[in-house]
């Protein structure tokens, strides 16, 4: 079984990058941030033709998830449970499997725009919101995939300037805190269980060469709960799309689970 979660930085302007990227990669799930379009909007039978089925949490202009999937997906649930939100930013769906059912819950997480702002303190509600439903969630699906576009530079390895962009958004200790919080949940950062060339990003700027330069950051993380941790295979960024003609900011991070 193969997982993956991309920030598309809007499915209308990338819809044929992501068909393109299945077609080369034809993954069992694919977990999608920032549609920024509306459900009735979204392209279902496109990616029915593709073979995948979708659940869509979308939103006009603005954030927007959705999962897609070639396996049968059930009890599909919208948002945080218990915390009142007007963004669509998580669904979540139990699939069938090869290996069991599997819990996967995409998530777009707050950005939080900089620390003291208005938007900081929702991004810190809002974590902790995500860490008290999930626990429940964690008990209810053994194993279970949280993945999506975290907007948390975990460890400095994960930035390609730490000291200079210390304390800053997605850098800050109230932010890893949180997300050392989901660990403690009992859950595992998949990428960091294998070796990994140095500098590995998902995400560069736009602005001054930021690709061409590395300057990123790994803020796209597929994080796995403890029964599934013995079935990783790997778990690799895909830089190929962000070479692409008008790509998103953002490159896939892909799961292999296998007995």
């Known amino acids: 079984m193969k997982i993956a979660t991309w920030n598309v930085n809007s499915?209308?302007?990338?819809?044929?990058?992501?068909?393109d990227w299945l077609a080369a990669n034809p993954i069992?799930?694919?977990?999608?941030?920032?549609?920024?379009?509306?459900?009735e909007k979204f392209p279902?039978?496109?990616l029915k033709a593709a073979g995948y089925d979708a659940a869509v949490f979308g939103q006009k202009t603005y954030n927007g998830v959705a999962i897609l999937s070639r396996l049968p997906m059930r009890d599909v649930a919208k948002n945080i449970g218990g915390f009142v939100d007007e963004h669509s930013r998580v669904v979540s769906a139990t699939l069938d499997t090869p290996i069991g059912d599997v819990r996967v819950v995409n998530g777009y997480f707050v950005n939080g725009q900089a620390p003291g702002s208005d938007k900081f303190a929702y991004k810190m509600r809002w974590l902790d919101g995500l860490r008290e439903w999930l626990r429940a969630e964690m008990a209810a699906h053994p194993k279970l995939v949280l993945l999506g576009d975290f907007n948390i530079v975990l460890e400095d390895r994960d930035s390609f300037?730490?000291?200079?962009?210390?304390?800053?958004?997605?850098?800050t200790t109230e932010e890893r805190d949180h997300f050392k919080a989901l660990l403690a949940l009992g859950l595992t950062d998949s990428f960091r269980l294998f070796d990994q060339p140095e500098k590995s990003y998902s995400w560069w700027d736009y602005r001054m060469l930021g690709y061409q330069k590395n300057r990123g950051l790994r803020i796209d993380h597929v994080l796995i709960s403890e029964?599934?941790?013995?079935?990783?295979?790997?778990?690799?960024?895909?830089?190929?799309?962000r070479k692409w003609e008008k790509p998103s900011d953002h490159a896939p991070v892909t799961l292999e689970l296998g007995s």
């Open 11 to 19: 499915l209308t302007a990338r819809l044929q990058h992501v068909l």
């Open 28 to 39: 069992d799930v694919l977990c999608l941030q920032e549609l920024k379009m509306s459900d």
């Open 44 to 46: 279902l039978d496109v």
């Open 161 to 171: 300037d730490p000291i200079g962009l210390a304390e800053t958004i997605h850098h």
């Open 227 to 241: 029964p599934l941790v013995s079935l990783a295979k790997s778990c690799t960024i895909d830089r190929v799309p």
